[in-house]
């Protein structure tokens, strides 16, 4: 897979989506999430990717992510070959537990880097998790708009530049918040 992909991602910007297969719970205790960050973080560095958002769902994650170097795919590898035997070795089965692999979209404009940077955050207020998005722990928006200890994997200069800092950033989310579609969300300035 490698050689076929071989230049693909180099220089692009990707919303990366990856989910439990049947829908299951993916992340299982936050011991499992918090492991699971610490693995981003590494994969991140190993492949020289610069993380702009994630976000940790019950059944599936975002990543927001720009490529460089042509890493994403031995990332994404490393990452869900890691998810997939920590899960099955926590709840003692073996099996599939991915959908598939990944998914991929390429990020074409900078304002569609924008708006998958507040989708990303967007998504346990839009499933009915969290009254704000600031309560879920789980995706880099408390880190992000300065509410949380930001990680070392996790790059938020860019996304705060464009936005007048972190309260520029909190009000673009916010204004997320309100509009219906996500074509909104994603498009909305």
């Known amino acids: 897979m490698a050689t076929k992909s071989r230049g693909l991602y180099r220089g692009g910007s990707w919303h990366v989506t990856v989910r439990a297969v049947d829908g299951r719970t993916l992340f ?6 918090l492991a699971f960050l610490g693995q981003l973080g590494r994969v991140v560095e190993e492949r020289a990717l610069v993380c702009v958002a994630y976000c940790l769902m019950t059944n599936h994650f975002h990543l927001l992510v720009r490529t460089p170097e042509d890493g994403l795919p031995e990332a994404m590898q490393r990452l869900n070959t890691w998810l997939a035997v920590t899960f099955n070795r926590q709840i003692g089965r073996r099996g599939r537990v991915l959908e598939a692999p990944y998914r991929t979209r390429a990020i074409e404009t900078e304002r569609h880097l924008l708006g998958v940077a507040r989708y990303v955050p967007l998504n346990p207020f839009r499933a009915g998790m969290v009254e704000r998005v600031e309560d879920h722990p789980w995706s880099s928006y408390r880190a992000t708009a300065g509410i949380a200890p930001c990680p070392t994997f996790l790059s938020v ?29 994603l498009l909305e300035p």
């Not at 530049?161 to 909104?184: C, M, N, P």
């Open 28 to 33: 299982l205790d936050d011991l499992m999430r």
């Open 157 to 185: 200069d860019w996304l705060l530049a464009q936005l007048g800092g972190r309260e520029g950033y909190t009000a673009f989310v916010d204004r997320g918040r309100r509009v219906r579609s996500i074509d909104e969300i």
